[in-house]
């Protein structure tokens, strides 16, 4: 089954078992939440490969919230499950695609570190802003995690940024995590963890940094060192413009760890391709027009989503992920149609 309909079908499943859910968080009835959640997270093992977990928010709202991390094929997912979320829902619940910043479980949430109680005012927070990169390089101390496992401090420091400045900053601003062990008392900005996402959106609005709405739309470009090495489709590559390089880095190795994991949750990576219209930069461009316009067509019927793609020497390529392989097919037999020129499909990973 295709990612589109296992998602409708979790959808019809979670609203025959809404009124126990709402009445469990309601009444405090932890263990009956947890009963439920974990036949919710079973399903969602074959959609998202990720977990969702809930809560009555501050704004009286019980919410939902996905936690892909930093898995773009849990993205892809999560992000069809907000899109494709039941209209009736919306009238009591907030679903999140990804862990947002400053939630009720974020403020309440208390460490066991050691015998130690720790809480977000404990981790204390350096930074330094990257101008080049955009993005900030941060130092953390919490006295807490002195002599605790390197692989556990960095998990626990991992998920507390999470937890307070969401997921999407997270991918989007940090660009380098230290965990120091004295406080870095020559810093020139700092700041306690509950009040670094307030840091952040400051910096944003005076460096007029570009604002992101979800991990999905950050765009990165890669120009390739080595000269193309074939006419063939893909070894013809000059330059990379990705929502998701950890995909880009597996197809350039020929290795297709993420193709497999996205096939066996029902959807399907791949990219349309057309030949070149126009010298590099008219082309570029018109390619990314083109994206535009696709992913306008066929994300709003939950079909695909476009992730950016690449220019070469004889192609131009928009990346896809398809949730629907064959309504996928009928909307690009419509778009040829509609186009002057021919444009193909090809997956990443042949059978």
């Known amino acids: 089954m295709y990612m589109k309909h296992r998602v409708l079908n979790f959808w019809r499943y979670f609203l025959l078992n809404k009124e126990e859910l709402e009445n469990d968080i309601k009444n405090g009835n932890h263990h009956e939440v947890t009963h439920i959640l974990n036949d919710f997270n079973e399903k969602l093992k ?28 849990a993205q892809f997912a999560t992000a069809l499950l907000k899109k494709d979320a039941p209209k009736q829902l919306s009238e009591d619940w907030i679903i999140n695609a990804v862990r947002p910043p400053l939630t009720v479980r974020a403020m309440n949430t208390i460490l066991k570190i050691k015998d130690k109680e720790v809480r977000g005012t404990d981790f204390h927070i350096y930074y ?13 101390y919490c006295e807490a995690l002195k002599d605790v496992d390197e692989n556990r401090k960095e998990s626990i420091v991992a998920y507390m940024l999470e937890l307070f400045i969401g997921e999407l900053e997270f991918e989007a601003r940090i660009a380098r995590v230290e965990i120091i062990d004295e406080p870095d008392q020559d810093a020139e900005n700092f700041c306690l963890l509950p009040n670094f996402y307030e840091d952040i959106c400051d910096i944003i609005v005076d460096e007029e940094w570009v604002e992101y709405h979800d991990p999905l739309s950050i765009y990165m470009a890669y120009k390739l060192d080595e000269k193309p090495i074939s006419e063939t489709l893909r070894k013809d590559m000059k330059l990379i413009v990705t929502t998701n390089p950890q995909l880009q880095e597996e197809v350039l190795n020929d290795t297709y760890d993420m193709c497999k ?3 066996f949750c029902g959807g399907e990576y791949g990219y349309l391709y057309y030949e070149k219209l126009y010298e590099d930069e008219k082309e570029a461009l018109v390619r990314q027009q083109l994206e535009k316009e696709t992913n306008e067509l066929l994300y709003d019927m939950s079909i695909a989503r476009t992730m950016g793609g690449a220019i070469g020497i004889y192609y131009s390529y928009i990346d896809i992920a398809v949730f629907d392989k064959d309504a996928f097919k009928i909307a690009l037999e419509k778009l040829n149609e509609k186009l002057s020129f021919k444009i193909y499909y090809q997956p990443f990973l042949k059978k």
């Open 261 to 263: 994991d996205f096939s």
């Open 46 to 73: 074959t959609i998202c490969a990720c977990s969702m977990e809930v809560e009555m928010s501050d704004t009286g709202f019980y919410e939902m919230t996905f936690t892909p991390q930093s898995n773009k094929n």
């Open 128 to 140: 330094i802003l990257d101008e080049v990169s955009k993005m900030i390089n941060i130092k953390v």
